[in-house]
């Protein structure tokens, strides 16, 4: 009897003490002279092993802390909100706990949502892409990009805007796969692209401006018009080299390309009775380059702006397989139509 006495005693005892290290446990902390307070992102779907080690390596709990073991206590082994908190290493493990319960986040975890623009798309296809995507309103993003450039991407872009000559963005909106937030405002959207541009785009051109007679609307505007002639990228420089003949003589550019910019139901194939819309973007009309760009161009074509090949060709003209013959001359341009039609 007095055995069986004392060792209830000692479980009695062993669970007291097993108690009390628990609850020191939840009471200890990584640092309490850091009050300062971090930001720590839990994933979606994050186990709670994870979310232990995530909160261990950032020093917001002290290592081999009892986090697994008061957490099932708590009853938060099965989900933790995901999303942006603000932990300190000065918060006891049950402080960390409970607003981890409770889903304490500063920012609730977003959707993120893949979005590609392949090279050569114009803000009214990106438009539709966005719209599929789920990402942005299709409307207010043309009115953005094509009319209403507001001051404050202005002033957040104050180093691209000083390119621009016009309120649209048309050729400055990067073409490239985005990760987007599916709740990010329009101007949001924007600006990433626009970011994306003066990566790309405004590096290489700090370094190749001083090879070129021609401002980087203009060079963006030709490239632009090479983009979508060239189905092969090995033809881009020759293209360029074309334009750039016909420009230095005073010929017209004759590019199809941008007529189907200027009609407001273009088709796949330019027809005769199209080439006498009145714009300034009918080169078959207006000689020079047309106001702007026609689509986004990526940085091949806009290098290919800059550095055009050095050939005789003044005529092209594409084959079934999208490769083009050259000319040189209008005569040998006719003969080149008919072996193009025949292959």
């Not at 446990?25 to 232990?52: F, R, T």
């Amino acid at each position: 009897m007095l055995r069986s006495l004392g060792l209830w005693k000692s479980c009695l005892l062993l669970i007291f003490i097993a108690l009390l290290l628990f609850t020191a446990s939840l009471l200890q902390m990584a640092n309490p002279l850091d009050p300062k307070s971090y930001e720590i992102v839990v994933p979606k779907g994050s186990s709670m092993i994870e979310v232990k080690q995530l909160l261990e390596e950032a020093g917001i709990l002290p290592r081999a802390s009892s986090f697994g073991l008061a957490a099932r206590a708590l009853g938060l082994s099965t989900e933790i909100k995901a999303g942006k908190y603000h932990f300190s290493p000065s918060e006891s493990l049950l402080s960390v706990l409970v607003r981890l319960k409770q889903g304490d986040v500063v920012e609730p975890e977003l959707t993120r949502v893949k979005v590609t623009f392949p090279e050569g798309l114009s803000i009214y296809r990106m438009a539709e892409i966005l719209r599929a995507s789920g990402v942005s309103d299709p409307d207010k993003f043309q009115a953005l990009v094509k009319e209403g450039i507001n001051e404050p991407l202005r002033n957040a872009h104050w180093s691209l805007f000083k390119y621009i000559p016009s309120e649209s963005l048309e050729g400055y909106l990067y073409p490239d796969t985005y990760w987007f937030f599916q709740e990010a405002t329009v101007r949001e959207t924007v600006e990433i692209m626009l970011t994306r541009f003066e990566e790309k785009v405004l590096s290489f051109w700090d370094k190749a401006k001083g090879d070129t007679h021609y401002n980087l609307h203009e060079i963006l505007t030709l490239a632009s018009i090479i983009e979508k002639e060239a189905k092969q990228p090995g033809e881009r420089v020759v293209i360029s080299s074309v334009f750039y003949n016909r420009l230095r003589i005073g010929m017209p550019l004759a590019a199809d390309p941008t007529v189907k910019y200027a009609l407001d139901n273009p088709t796949k194939k330019v027809y005769r009775n199209q080439l006498t819309v009145d714009s300034l973007y009918n080169t078959y009309k207006y000689k020079g380059l047309p106001p702007g760009p026609i689509c986004n161009p990526g940085i091949e074509s806009i290098m290919a702006a800059v550095y055009p090949a050095k050939t005789d060709y003044y005529y092209f003209v594409a084959k079934k397989d999208g490769l083009h013959l050259f000319s040189k001359s209008w005569a040998e341009h006719q003969k080149a139509r008919i072996k193009a039609a025949s292959k």
